[in-house]
């Protein structure tokens, strides 16, 4: 039998039963936009992160003891320390900030206004100006476009009310941001802080710079800012890539419960069809085959609906949850997707593969 004559009959039994096929698709649809998703998210928050830390212009960073690249210690810095790296020879100015979690994935930021400016330039604002009473808040554009927030309304952050002074280009530091001095004091971190961020006179020096500050700070993870976005990655953050891989072993799960049952009940409801091919001379190699290849064929047409999925998804969270969440469109992932999808596929369809090659002709033409 010829590939032209096994794919005419794969495409004619799919089209005859087109209620199990079209729910097929769509659940291996699901499957792989599911893993493009979530793969999605992981790098276009992480991304996101890496631009914003590249937004403040410094070209050190200093995190508390105990910290990952992606979260902070309970351990915080003393504001103490930042007067003495100042005198560390080629660094021409630094600053402080104090991060605090809000509900979701949203954080608050504390800064101290003057040494921000002084070392990044300071925010570049579309709306309003920089901080000035003790209760001012700033937001970037994301967050006003999410929370619909113009300048002078109040925000209920922290059980406080919070006025806001100015909604600024987003890529910079962070989403929110305060006063450091009053974020300290509402939080109980009187004297601390989260991160230090440091400039050199020669960015090319830096690294030298921080073989010298790991002398001094043994304990405490110091990075060029160089080092630290090229951090911020799936394959870097052990315990987001330990997720991912859950994630697709679960996708591959279903996709093979869900083809599994597909193509058990085929190959009832194909009892008769089995044996007419038998009859005509088909041996069991191409009974398998054709059950083997409706299975890929549904993965591959599953995959590409995926793919138009997760486009939809992208839409939803950049343009409903931008301030919570941010997706890109990860390229090289969608072969790895659809391999997952074609390889549960392929390994639903085994058991009722076999069986259908053992049935018996005879028995399978008195089949009612």
Known sequence: MTNRVKNKLIISNLV??????????????????????????????????ARRARGV?????VRPPGSSVIGLSMAPLSDKLLPLLLKVPHVTAGTGTLVQPLSGLDTITGIDSEQFTAMSGGFRFVHGGPLQDEYDVIVDEYYAREHHVRVGDQLNLINRHWKVAGIFESGKLARLCVKLSTLQSLTGSEHHLSQIFLKVEDPRRAPEIVHSLKQMLPDYPIYTMEEFTSLLTVSSVGLLKNFIGVVIGIATAVGFIVVFMAMYTAVLERTRDIGILKALGADSFLIVDLLFREATALALVGSGLGILLTYGAQWIINNVLPNSLKQETVYRWWPIAAGVAVFGALIGSVLPAIKAAKKDPIEALAYE
Do not use: F, K, N
Request: hydrophobic share 55%.
């Open 16 to 49: 005859h039963r087109p209620v199990r096929s079209l729910l097929t698709i769509l659940a291996i649809a699901v499957e792989v936009a599911m893993i493009l998703s979530l793969v999605g998210v992981s790098y276009g928050t992480l991304d996101e992160s």
């Open 57 to 61: 212009g410094a070209d050190i960073l």
